[in-house]
């Protein structure tokens, strides 16, 4: 293994360990040491790779937004904007129950003070256009205004984010709960329940 090889690998275990505490403790709670700590890992080389918690914390939400950019994509593919925004909600409600570094992001845009990364950057400004978009091609209930779907959309991500936090449920468990915490299985179901509330029954 080269030595960028051995950074990479390095900088990637502090990522996953720093995620990991933030998921838990939040940005206030945890501290460097304890992330060099967890990752089995130096002081040194730890600052070797963030000279600040803030440049840590930064970095896990950078893999979250990685992650989502990727799943967005997948979702605009779909055929029509309703279906492009439930895809956007069900790839985060995914990431949320099988990516740490997400969790991590979404309690980091909780704790966090304004003016650092926020992991809702790529996908809230999407899901309002979606909404708007929806709505112009007569896809929503009559009355149905885009902006309560888009705030529908965001409060379920957001509560997706706080109930599965450090109490992520196996995607293959076949069971709805888990410790009084809703399965992926479950998330998805509720979404698919909401958005049949949505739809207009004159679709175009």
């Known amino acids: 293994m080269t030595k960028q090889d051995r950074a990479a690998v390095t900088r990637a275990a ?6 990991e505490e ?13 992330v060099s700590h ?8 730890l600052t070797f790779h963030f000279r600040s918690k803030a440049d840590l914390a930064d970095a896990v939400v950078d893999s979250a937004l ?18 492009q925004l439930s895809g956007v909600v069900t790839g985060i409600t995914c990431m ?5 570094a997400a969790r991590a992001a979404a309690r980091l845009e909780l704790d966090r003070s304004a003016g650092l990364k926020r992991w809702s950057s790529v996908w809230h400004p999407l899901v309002r256009r979606l909404a708007e978009d929806a709505s112009r091609a007569g896809e929503l209930t009559t009355g149905t205004r885009p902006e309560d779907v888009s705030a529908l959309a965001v409060l379920f991500i ?3 984010a706080l109930h599965t936090r450090g109490h992520c449920v196996p995607p293959e468990d076949s069971g709805d709960q888990k410790d009084g915490h809703a399965s992926l299985a479950q ?8 958005r049949r509330g949505l739809v207009s029954a004159s679709p175009p």
Request: aromatic residues 4%; hydrophobic residues 50%; positive net charge.
């Open 96 to 100: 949320l129950h099988k990516n740490v």
């Open 38 to 45: 967890a990752a089995g890992l130096s002081n040194g080389a």
């Open 66 to 83: 990685a992650a989502v950019r990727a799943s967005v994509g997948e979702a605009l593919s779909a055929r029509t904007p309703l279906d």
């Open 14 to 19: 502090l990522i996953e360990a720093a995620a």
């Open 158 to 160: 957001r509560a997706v």
């Open 22 to 34: 933030f998921e838990r403790d939040g940005y206030a709670g945890v501290s460097l040491g304890r």
């Open 187 to 194: 998330h998805l179901r509720l979404w698919a329940l909401a």
